[in-house]
């Protein structure tokens, strides 16, 4: 943000104001945790603040404080939208597209309020009138507390903000283990600590309370990886009946797709899910290096993200969306051996 928009937004908060955050659909732990470690600080400002998520989210993210005043818009959409239209400010985290709320795009389109973006995907849209945009960025956490460091805001960092923030970074860097990973981060992350952020026990929630089906589930992503090894790329392939067979719960499957990555040689790593009442297969890509999921993903599955991690879509059957991502493969073999 330049300093004229940093001194803006300022002033926008200097008095209390109805505020509504949003995260995207499928929410993740970025998502969740800038959501709340940004609600958490305005609320000290004397602001009115919701957070309207546009469907629910995994279990494994509702310790954090908080929580339990998050709004699911699938849920209660006639309160969402009266406090959408309500609004006076909405920060908008974690996507730069409103297409990436779901139904909530229409609603957040419609409204009046003044919207603040904040966000570290690529090619973001112009519905903001104020846009916090670095693709740099490990995450949409760190960029909150970048945020808060330029509005002079640091100092309501509490252990709440700071565990919500912390988890943010923790799971978009994949335990700071990604590329994405600065020493910007580091110092942000040990920030975040001596502020009341309890590291050790924040992954045990989130990474090590997993329940019996779902290390089931893993069982099943794991012997059903091939790989195809002139294309140095792996693939995983979950159908509707492998979840039900181990009582698929939202969030189950989350990082599957690092452990085809995790193979020796390589570079390029997709899982296929499919969703019967979506009626669609999900997919996840993550890759190594140079090789960029972010345009693949947006030239053949409808969707996109970051260099190394992006997601998409295919209306097409699952047999036949593995098949069109094998055949266009070939397409991509000198990024993919070189």
Same mark, same amino acid.
């Given at each position: 943000m330049k300093? %004229?928009?940093v001194t803006a937004v300022k002033n926008l908060l200097s008095k209390p104001k109805k505020i509504v955050i949003v995260p995207h659909k499928n929410p993740d732990g970025d998502a969740i945790g800038s959501c709340l470690g940004l609600a958490h600080v305005l609320e000290q400002l004397n602001h009115n603040v919701n957070i309207i998520a546009p469907n629910?989210?995994?279990?494994?993210?509702?310790? @954090? $404080?908080?929580?339990?005043?998050?709004?699911?818009?699938?849920?209660?959409?006639?309160?969402?939208?009266?406090?959408?239209?309500?609004?006076?400010?909405?920060? =908008?985290?974690?996507?730069?597209?409103?297409?990436?709320?779901?139904?909530?795009?229409q609603p957040l389109s419609k409204s009046s309020a003044l919207k603040i973006l904040i966000d570290h995907h690529q090619q973001p849209d112009s519905y903001a009138n104020y846009i916090y945009s670095d693709v740099s960025m490990s995450s949409?956490?760190? @960029?909150?507390?970048?945020?808060?460091n330029k509005t002079e805001l640091t100092?309501?960092?509490?252990?709440?903000?700071? $565990?919500?923030?912390?988890?943010?970074?923790m799971t978009d860097t994949g335990s700071f283990r990604f590329p994405n990973t600065t020493s910007t981060t580091h110092h942000i992350i040990a920030d975040l600590i001596d502020r009341g952020a309890k590291n050790s026990d924040i992954h045990n929630l989130v990474y090590d309370t997993n329940s019996y089906h779902r290390t089931q589930l893993l069982g099943r992503a794991l012997s059903n990886l091939k790989v195809i090894e002139d294309l140095n790329t792996a693939y995983i392939v979950l159908s509707q009946k492998d979840l039900?067979?181990?009582?698929?719960?939202?969030?189950? =499957?989350?990082?599957?797709?690092?452990?085809?990555?995790?193979?020796?040689?390589?570079?390029? $790593? !997709?899982?296929?899910?499919?969703?019967?009442? %979506?009626?669609?297969?999900? @997919?996840?890509?993550?890759?190594?290096?140079?090789?960029?999921v972010n345009t693949f993903a947006r030239n053949h599955f409808e969707g996109g993200g970051h260099i190394n991690a992006a997601?998409?879509?295919s209306d097409l059957?699952?047999? %036949?969306?593995?098949?069109?991502?094998?055949?266009?493969?070939?397409?991509?073999?000198?990024?993919? !051996?070189?």
């Open positions: 300093n %004229e928009e629910d989210y995994p279990d494994f993210l509702k310790w @954090m $404080a908080g929580n339990d005043t998050i709004i699911i818009y699938d849920s209660h959409k006639e309160k969402s939208e009266a406090l959408i239209n309500d609004a006076e400010i909405i920060f =908008t985290l974690d996507f730069n597209h409103l297409s990436r709320t779901g139904d909530m795009e949409t956490a760190e @960029m909150v507390y970048h945020f808060l100092k309501y960092i509490n252990a709440d903000v700071a $565990a919500c923030l912390y988890v943010g970074i039900n067979e181990f009582h698929y719960q939202r969030g189950d =499957t989350e990082g599957f797709v690092n452990y085809g990555l995790s193979v020796k040689g390589v570079v390029f $790593a !997709t899982i296929f899910i499919e969703s019967e009442q %979506e009626n669609i297969i999900k @997919m996840s890509f993550r890759s190594r290096g140079e090789f960029c997601g998409g879509k059957s699952l047999n %036949e969306t593995v098949e069109k991502f094998i055949s266009i493969l070939p397409t991509y073999k000198t990024e993919l !051996t070189q």
